[in-house]
C-alpha cells in the first residue's frame, strides 16, 4: 500500500517544524552561550572595578591621615615654642620668688603640657642613653672617664617625638675618651 500524498505532506510538515525546532533550539543555545560569556566578562569587570574602588578609598583615606598628621606636626611644633617659652618664664619665677606669678605661670604650663602630651607629643629621654643621631644633635664633645665613650652626659635643649616620629632632636653634649686615655699606635718600625 502506497501512502497516500495528504500522508506525505503531513510527514514533510511534522520534518519540516521539526527541523525548525531543532534550528531554534541551536540558536537559542549559542545566544545562551554568548549571553553566559558576556555575563562573565561583566562579572570580572565589576570585581576589577569593586577592587579599584577600594584601593582608591584606601589610598585616599592614608593620604587624608597623613595631611592631617603633618598638619597637627606643625602646629603642635609651634604650640612646643610657646610651651618652652612657659618653662623658660617658670624658671625665672622661681629666682625672683614670686609665688602667685609662679602658681599662675605653673597651671598654665601643666595644662599645656598635657594637651601637648595627650595629641602625642613625647619629651626625648636622653640623659645618660647612648647618642643616637637618629634623635640626637651632638653640640659638644666632653671628655670625660665618668662615662662610657659616647654617652650623653647633658641635655642642653630638650628633644620630642610625635606620635613615635622626630618631631625636634635633643641637643646633647657627649662624651669621649680623655686624649690621655687614648692609647698610642706604637710604629712597628722602631
Known amino acids: 500500500m502506497c501512502p497516500n500524498s495528504d500522508e506525505r505532506d503531513a510527514n514533510d510538515e511534522n520534518y519540516e517544524k521539526e527541523a525548525r525546532y531543532i534550528k531554534k533550539v541551536s540558536e537559542l543555545e549559542a545566544s545562551l552561550k554568548r549571553m553566559s560569556k558576556l555575563e562573565d566578562t561583566y562579572l570580572t569587570q565589576l570585581k576589577y572595578a569593586r577592587a579599584d574602588l577600594e584601593n582608591l578609598q584606601k589610598?585616599?583615606?592614608?593620604?587624608?591621615?597623613?595631611?592631617?598628621?603633618?598638619?597637627?606636626?606643625?602646629?603642635?611644633?609651634?604650640?612646643l615654642l610657646v610651651a618652652e617659652e612657659i618653662d623658660l618664664a617658670v624658671e625665672e619665677a622661681r629666682k625672683i620668688a614670686n609665688t602667685n606669678i609662679l602658681e599662675a605661670i605653673e597651671m598654665v604650663r601643666r595644662k599645656l603640657w598635657n594637651v601637648l602630651i595627650n595629641e602625642g607629643l613625647c619629651p626625648i629621654e636622653s640623659l645618660g642613653k647612648p647618642f643616637d643621631p637618629h634623635l640626637h644633635e651632638a653640640v659638644l664633645e666632653i671628655e670625660t672617664s665618668d662615662h662610657p665613650e659616647g654617652t650623653v652626659i647633658e641635655e642642653v635643649r630638650k628633644g620630642y617625638l610625635f606620635r613615635g616620629n622626630l618631631l625636634k632632636p635633643s641637643m646633647v653634649k657627649v662624651s669621649s675618651i680623655p686624649s690621655s686615655n687614648v692609647p698610642r699606635r706604637r710604629n712597628l718600625n722602631e
Do not use: P, W
Open 59 to 79: 589610598n585616599t583615606e592614608r593620604r587624608i591621615d597623613d595631611a592631617v598628621t603633618k598638619e597637627k606636626e606643625r602646629l603642635i611644633m609651634q604650640i
